[in-house]
C-alpha cells in the first residue's frame, strides 16, 4: 500500500511548499505596507473578489452532495 519511499516523499514535499508559501506572504505583505492607503484598500478587495467565486464554488458544491444525498 504505502511505501516508506511515499511518505518520505511526501513529507519533503508539504515542507517545501510552506517555506515557498512564507516568503511569497512576506514578499506581498512588504509591496503592500510601502504601496500606500488607497494600493492597500485595493489589494484587499482584489483578495475578497477573488475569494467569492471560490466560496461560491464550496457551498455550491455541498450544497449539491447533500441535497443529492438526503432527498
Do not use: D, E, W
Amino acid at each position: 500500500m504505502f511505501s516508506l519511499k511515499r511518505v518520505i516523499a511526501g513529507i519533503a514535499l508539504v515542507g517545501v511548499a510552506s517555506l515557498a508559501y512564507g516568503q511569497g506572504c512576506g514578499m506581498c505583505l512588504g509591496s503592500a505596507m510601502s504601496a500606500g492607503v488607497t494600493a492597500m484598500k485595493s489589494i484587499n478587495l482584489g483578495i475578497f473578489i477573488l475569494l467569492v467565486p471560490s466560496f461560491l464554488i464550496i457551498v455550491g458544491t455541498l450544497v449539491f452532495t447533500f441535497h443529492r444525498r438526503f432527498h
